[in-house]
């Protein structure tokens, strides 16, 4: 499954090819240093700092999806100077938040696509979509979906709709520290969604000695902390994303497994 | 993203490097924002 279409929009004007680049280029990332779009931001940074010749540089500004920044760049002068990585979740965040209008920002190009997997825990069960779709319905389920971060949740819930469309409703878990969902998919029944990359890459680059790469510090207004915390999963129609296993059914649960116990299988990816 | 190495190192960090003209671009960024939107108004879906 592919949910994960990156793209890179900027503020919606012509650019004026003759004074442009006359400045340093900003590229804004709408989330957290080291997650996929980041760190193709910053891939793609470096080399357009060679092929302007002016510096590229990479700008976080995390909050609401991606829309904090993306709202920077809509309000940025239309100069093109000022651009924006954006992952599939912009279908989804804009039109749920009045604030910001999909035909303010340009598409410009795509980037990649990054295949995001299913996980659970192998007491779960599950070995094809299909199972998770047949233990999500029976009548006593409650669903959980469990992503790494909060601001993921519009890509899957985006890549996940398709799939899962007229589905009971499941009741959204989420944890926001990392490895939390990964407690949660274990323990509460769930399935959890994961990106297949990133941050662990960075982690083993770091841990084989690599650079730590320098980073703009994250900027997050106070105004627009809360001010949209996207879909609410549970009124999305959507039930297979696990089923809460009720008293008895997940032993190592009722025993309070440690929370170091979160091996996880993966499911097959659906066809 | 017309780089190799660009392309090359994308790769590596797991994803697949996607190119398509602006054109179909647009067009598939027009599609899915009319298909969520369907499925936001079916689902009844706010923000919280």
Redesign the interface.
């Known amino acids: 499954m592919?949910v994960?279409?990156?793209?890179f929009a900027f503020a919606f004007s012509a650019v004026n090819a003759q004074t442009f680049p006359s400045k340093t280029v900003r590229l804004v990332s709408g989330v957290t240093p080291g997650s996929?779009s980041d760190?193709?931001a910053r891939?793609?940074a470096e080399?357009m700092t060679v092929t302007l010749g002016v510096p590229v540089i990479v700008e976080n500004r995390l909050g609401a999806g991606g829309l904090v920044g993306a709202k920077y760049v809509a309000a940025a002068e239309p100069d093109g100077h000022t651009i924006m990585m954006y992952a599939?979740a912009?279908?989804?965040s804009?039109?749920?938040?009045p604030g910001l209008d999909?035909k303010e920002l340009q598409?410009?190009?795509?980037?990649?696509?990054?295949?995001t997997v299913l996980v659970t825990s192998p007491e779960k069960g599950y070995r094809t979509i299909g199972d998770f779709r047949r233990r999500g319905e029976s009548p006593a389920g409650q669903a959980g979906l469990h992503h790494r971060r909060r601001r993921q949740r519009h890509a899957h819930a985006?890549g996940a709709?398709?799939l899962f469309?007229g589905r009971r409703v499941p009741e959204r878990s989420h944890e926001r520290r990392l490895g939390g969902a990964h407690r949660g998919a274990h323990g509460k029944g769930g399935v959890l969604f994961r990106a297949?990359?990133?941050g662990a890459?960075a982690h083993r680059s770091r841990q084989a000695g690599g650079a730590r790469p320098r980073l703009a510090p994250p900027q997050r207004p106070d105004a627009e902390r809360g001010h949209?915390?996207?879909?609410?999963l549970s009124?999305?129609?959507l039930q297979l994303l696990g089923r809460r296993a009720g008293r008895g059914e997940n032993p190592a649960r009722d025993r309070r497994a440690p929370a170091t116990a979160r091996s996880t299988a993966s499911c097959s990816p659906p066809r | 993203m017309q780089s190799a190495e660009v392309s090359e190192r994308i790769r590596k960090l797991g994803a697949d490097p996607l190119t398509m003209s602006v054109a179909e671009f647009e067009a598939m960024i027009g599609k899915e924002l009319q298909d969520n939107a369907r499925l936001i108004k079916a689902a009844g879906i706010t923000p919280n």
Do not use: C, D, W, Y
């Open positions: 592919r994960f279409a990156l793209l996929a760190t193709m891939i793609l080399k599939s912009f279908t989804v804009t039109l749920l938040n999909p598409p410009v190009a795509t980037v990649a696509t990054v295949p985006s709709l398709p469309r297949h990359f990133p890459e949209h915390r996207g879909a609410r009124q999305l129609g």
